[in-house]
């Protein structure tokens, strides 16, 4: 499906381009995809960049042994796909969606028409990055943790500042997030995360509610 003018006036990272600019980015398309789904995979040629329009995906790497470290995680508004033009046109991690999420997909001639032709994109681009810097930085020290506690606490407080929605029970978490997921990120085993979450229930700092994470205080959170 190619998607239209008013379409792409609710992509926040193009919200400051004109008419002219969304015109040429009308060759791109957006897809749908299922909770679990592959978008792309590490090392394989990538021709387009992705947009996330709804739901969440995770970038990844696995290792030898099978494991899956998560590098990076989008939300809506967000970019991924770009760090191919760095890494022989390959894709550097596999991108995997974390719910059922629309994604724009462009393709690389059509996206890299439009930043020779709308340089101000680049300043929607620079904080991007930054804030995956930032991220970048975040995991590698909640890996550093000891304890499978305090790592989990780490990306919960990432999660919840990241994804977080205010409610009247605390923070809700907008991810459907399985324990391997959390495993995952943490950098420990699903049986290890499962049972650091029921100590963070019992101590009050987390609760599940329809499936998904709350943390009544972030600051609590935070402080433990």
Same mark, same amino acid.
């Given at each position: 499906?190619t998607?239209?003018?008013e379409?792409?006036?609710?992509?926040?990272?193009?919200?400051?381009?004109?008419?002219?600019?969304?015109?040429?980015?009308?060759?791109?398309?957006?897809q749908?995809?299922g909770?679990?789904?592959?978008?792309?995979?590490?090392?394989?040629?990538?021709?387009?960049?992705?947009?996330?329009?709804?739901?969440?995906?995770? #970038?990844?790497?696995?290792?030898?042994e099978?494991?899956?470290?998560?590098?990076?995680?989008?939300?809506?508004?967000?970019?991924?796909?770009?760090?191919?033009?760095?890494?022989?046109?390959?894709?550097?991690?596999?991108?995997?969606?974390?719910?059922?999420?629309?994604?724009?997909?462009?393709?690389?001639?059509?996206?890299?028409?439009?930043?020779?032709?709308?340089?101000?994109l680049?300043?929607?681009?620079q904080?991007?990055?930054?804030?995956?810097?930032?991220?970048?930085?975040?995991?590698?020290?909640?890996?550093?943790?000891?304890?499978?506690?305090?790592?989990?606490?780490?990306?919960?407080?990432?999660?919840?500042?990241r994804?977080?929605?205010?409610?009247? #029970?605390?923070?809700?978490?907008?991810l459907?997030?399985?324990?391997?997921?959390?495993?995952?990120?943490?950098?420990?085993?699903?049986?290890?995360?499962?049972?650091?979450?029921?100590?963070?229930?019992?101590?009050?700092?987390?609760?599940?509610?329809?499936?998904?994470?709350?943390?009544?205080?972030?600051?609590?959170?935070?402080?433990?």
């Amino acid at each position: 499906m190619t998607i239209d003018i008013e379409t792409l006036r609710g992509v926040n990272l193009l919200a400051n381009l004109d008419e002219p600019a969304k015109f040429h980015l009308q060759s791109a398309v957006e897809q749908s995809f299922g909770r679990g789904m592959t978008i792309v995979r590490a090392n394989e040629p990538s021709r387009s960049v992705y947009i996330v329009r709804e739901g969440g995906v995770k #970038e990844v790497q696995t290792t030898p042994e099978g494991k899956e470290v998560i590098l990076a995680m989008h939300g809506p508004g967000d970019l991924f796909g770009d760090l191919a033009a760095f890494n022989g046109e390959q894709a550097p991690a596999s991108a995997i969606t974390l719910a059922a999420s629309k994604i724009l997909v462009v393709p690389k001639e059509a996206w890299s028409r439009v930043l020779e032709e709308h340089p101000q994109l680049n300043k929607s681009l620079q904080a991007q990055m930054a804030r995956r810097l930032t991220d970048a930085w975040r995991l590698v020290r909640m890996l550093s943790r000891y304890t499978t506690e305090a790592r989990l606490k780490s990306a919960l407080i990432m999660l919840a500042e990241r994804w977080g929605s205010p409610r009247e #029970e605390g923070i809700e978490i907008g991810l459907d997030l399985t324990h391997r997921t959390l495993a995952d990120l943490a950098g420990a085993s699903r049986e290890k995360v499962t049972r650091a979450l029921g100590i963070l229930q019992k101590k009050g700092l987390l609760k599940v509610i329809r499936r998904r994470l709350v943390v009544p205080s972030l600051d609590r959170l935070v402080a433990e």
